[in-house]
């Protein structure tokens, strides 16, 4: 029979279907953070009962932690107390933990795949919503709540319904500037929040094909801002290549094995979609959003929308609400926006392949002087250790960007990096809703070039023109 990727996944996994079409997926792999997991822990403990598969959970520290002077701890008590349950749960149940001290600790969706705790096949699940980034290696990786984390902890298993199937398929060469980021923010811009609403999408096409993983995960981390329950994208020779040799990775004749296995995870030639969206790489440009959603999206050298001409009143409403937060006028050229600060950084974009390009743009700049802080965060220390030996750190320090800790930072502000209110920032993370990255904060979402040269001229600016 002629299958998706999803259903190979799908059905590979399943324990039990009800006659309704709730099923019992079993999990291969769990990670942990500090902001979901208290409760679950709490009520393992009062159940009295203990981890399924010990082996399958990987845990750590990511959205409480300092960026800087991690040596004197975490000052805020909210984000202690958080950072030290998880320790003492991770001790506790003997799960394998990366503490802010370990030179791998980082964002539980860079390190799972950098670890290889995230492989082909996989069904992976987390309790946060852009688990939806590990389906770039061909699996199926949802994001599930606390009360599904207790579950899963306690079972291995997850309740889930199938999703529809949405095939978006991206062909041609991406132009120079333009980054997987932008065909991420095209697609949202495209469908809507709400265009993948009951779907699971698998990326294809030879645009797809020709990322690395690290652009395929900046993908795939945001087919949850499309509303979509999962992405993926199929296993080839990148996805292979990836990850072999990592230290989660089979080894021997079980490396034979399973990438044997894993050659099969790709959608069968005809397989059937319930939806199917196209885009021609040729025609994306780099994008910035303009608004409060992932969806209120613009090419750089567009300008922000007059909600007078948009006959949808729902939709008019929701225009000029968000111009009111972001404090922009209708026709303002996107370049023309100036900007107060600068995060690089987050699961979206904090890899070092990212990091690398907003140094090639900043290398010899400096940051503008109406940016008052502009920050680089790596999605994980060892992230951190590879930019720094190739010189990186000093590419954005001698610019004027500070180089931090690695986690989650300013994408969400559960740590002491946020923005004040009205401040703007041209931000590489996933989501521009009201007070992300600060009360009264004004996010403006980019790719990390574009993210930079925002950083370096002190308003958008093009980055296909600075090259
Ligand atoms: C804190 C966590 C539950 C949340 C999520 O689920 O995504 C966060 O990571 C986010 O990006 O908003
Ligand atoms: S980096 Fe941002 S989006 Fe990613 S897990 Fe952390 S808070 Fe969520």
Partial sequence: MVRTLYDKLWESHVVHTEEDGTAILYIDRHLVHEVTSPQAFDGLKLAGRQPWRISANLAVADHNVPTTDRANGIADPVSRLQVETLDANAK??????????????????????????????????CGDSHTSTHGAFGCLAHGIGTSEVEHVLATQTLLAKKSKAMLVQVDGALPVGVTAKDIVLAVIGRIGTAGGTGYAIEFAGSTIRSLSMEGRMTICNMAIEAGARAGMVAVDDTTINYVKGRPFSPVGPHWDRAVTYWRTLHSDPGAKFDMVVTLNAAEIKPQVTWGTSPEMVVPIDDRVPDPDKEKDAVKRDAMEKALVYMGLTPNTAISDIRIDKVFIGSCTNSRIEDLRAAAAVVRGKHRASNVKLAMVVPGSGLVKAQAEAEGLDKIFKDAGFEWREPGCSMCLAMNADRLEPGERCASTSNRNFEGRQGQGGRTHLVSPAMAAAAGVEGHFVDVRSIR
């Fill in 92 to 125: 506790n149940y003997g799960l394998t933990y990366f503490s802010m001290a370990d030179k791998r600790q980082g964002i539980v969706h860079v390190i799972g795949p950098e670890q290889g705790a995230t492989l082909p096949g996989m069904t992976v699940v």
